[in-house]
């Protein structure tokens, strides 16, 4: 079962696509979950920290908006835990916790960067659309190794 | 915190249902009808469910196996009635997260018709991509209505 990072990282059909074809998906839901349940991160409206910014610096200079270093500070380890990437792009929207186009821009490029297997595709507009896209995603977690060993890196 | 946050391994799952033949109140009842310690809350898209995490796997995949190609989970990270997401709390509107929910909810029957496909081996048709104008063709399109 290899873990597979998904763009958007917060999508219901990645993620339910992901799960129902053996693999694990890596999302923000679980990160986000982990972080609300730690006891001492409990101020209503913000669920992370001030320490967050500080984990960001690994992939986000120090120049950059607090925003995106504490949005890769959660991202950032995900991606380099992934054995495999789906990144679709033409993202309906981009709201909620997928609002910032940087950390975006800076998701899909630490993704790429990153020497596992990759699918980039975009959202379907039309039923035919719709079945290439579901067809190409099953192919290629069906082609992922149904057992990963350790990581690849 | 939340005292169902107390046990650490409290997960929540989104269950959205697209189907035809199951609707989000069925899959309520199969809920209700479990005799597992787990709490759902019923949703215009579909079902919550909050509980341990064996449980609310347990009772998820047996929603899913009621119309599999239609029913759609992904985990959520806060529990339901949350006073970081929830409206009742932050004076109106949808919770943050709702919005790309809901575009992601219309395309829903695509993509379970796309998996009904699947499962049948229909062969994939040759689709053409739209594509973006190129540059050089918006150029020629202004300057031909000069």
Redesign the interface.
């Not at chain 1, 609300?36 to 991160?41: A, E, L, R, W």
């Not at chain 2, 035809?20 to 759902?40: G, H």
């Not at chain 2, 009904?116 to 918006?138: F, M, S």
């Given at each position: 079962m290899a873990k597979v990072i998904i763009y958007?990282i917060?999508?219901?059909?990645l993620?339910?696509?992901v799960?129902?074809f053996g693999h694990t998906p890596l999302?923000?839901?679980?990160?986000?979950?982990e972080?609300?349940?730690t006891?001492g991160v409990?101020s209503?409206?913000?669920?992370i920290t001030a320490e967050e910014p500080k984990h960001g610096l690994k992939y986000a200079a120090v120049e950059v908006p607090a925003g995106v270093r504490g949005r890769m500070s959660i991202v950032g380890p995900m991606i380099e835990e992934a054995d495999a990437g789906i990144i679709v792009g033409e993202?309906?929207?981009?709201?909620?916790?997928?609002g910032c186009a940087r950390t975006n821009e800076l998701t899909k490029y630490l993704i790429r960067n990153r020497d596992i297997p990759l699918l980039e595709l975009?959202?379907?507009?039309?039923?035919?659309?719709?079945?290439?896209?579901?067809?190409r995603i099953?192919e290629f977690l069906k082609s992922l190794p149904e057992a990963e060993g350790e990581a690849t890196e | 915190?939340r005292t169902a946050?107390d046990n650490?391994d409290?997960?929540?799952k989104?269950v959205?249902t697209s189907s035809d033949s199951v609707l989000p109140i069925d899959a309520a009842m199969k809920i209700y009808e479990s005799s597992t310690d787990i709490v759902i809350k019923e949703t215009c898209f579909g079902t919550m469910v909050t509980g341990p995490r064996e449980s609310v796997d347990k009772v998820v995949k047996e929603i899913v196996d009621l119309d599999r190609n239609h029913i759609?989970?992904?985990?959520?990270?806060?529990p339901p009635g949350?006073?970081?997401r929830c409206r009742a709390s932050?004076g109106g509107g949808s919770r943050?997260?709702?919005?790309?929910?809901k575009?992601?909810?219309m395309?829903?029957p695509?993509?379970g018709?796309?998996?009904d496909?699947?499962d049948r081996n229909?062969p994939?048709?040759e689709?053409e991509?739209?594509k973006k104008l190129e540059v050089k063709e918006l150029q020629d399109l202004i300057e031909s209505t000069l």
């Amino acid at each position: 079962m290899a873990k597979v990072i998904i763009y958007p990282i917060n999508s219901l059909i990645l993620s339910d696509l992901v799960q129902r074809f053996g693999h694990t998906p890596l999302a923000m839901m679980e990160k986000i979950k982990e972080k609300i349940s730690t006891v001492g991160v409990d101020s209503p409206p913000l669920n992370i920290t001030a320490e967050e910014p500080k984990h960001g610096l690994k992939y986000a200079a120090v120049e950059v908006p607090a925003g995106v270093r504490g949005r890769m500070s959660i991202v950032g380890p995900m991606i380099e835990e992934a054995d495999a990437g789906i990144i679709v792009g033409e993202s309906p929207t981009a709201f909620g916790c997928m609002g910032c186009a940087r950390t975006n821009e800076l998701t899909k490029y630490l993704i790429r960067n990153r020497d596992i297997p990759l699918l980039e595709l975009d959202f379907p507009e039309t039923d035919d659309e719709g079945q290439e896209f579901v067809y190409r995603i099953a192919e290629f977690l069906k082609s992922l190794p149904e057992a990963e060993g350790e990581a690849t890196e | 915190m939340r005292t169902a946050e107390d046990n650490e391994d409290v997960i929540t799952k989104l269950v959205v249902t697209s189907s035809d033949s199951v609707l989000p109140i069925d899959a309520a009842m199969k809920i209700y009808e479990s005799s597992t310690d787990i709490v759902i809350k019923e949703t215009c898209f579909g079902t919550m469910v909050t509980g341990p995490r064996e449980s609310v796997d347990k009772v998820v995949k047996e929603i899913v196996d009621l119309d599999r190609n239609h029913i759609f989970v992904k985990e959520r990270g806060f529990p339901p009635g949350d006073e970081r997401r929830c409206r009742a709390s932050r004076g109106g509107g949808s919770r943050p997260g709702f919005y790309f929910l809901k575009e992601e909810a219309m395309m829903l029957p695509m993509i379970g018709n796309a998996l009904d496909k699947y499962d049948r081996n229909v062969p994939l048709k040759e689709t053409e991509h739209k594509k973006k104008l190129e540059v050089k063709e918006l150029q020629d399109l202004i300057e031909s209505t000069l």
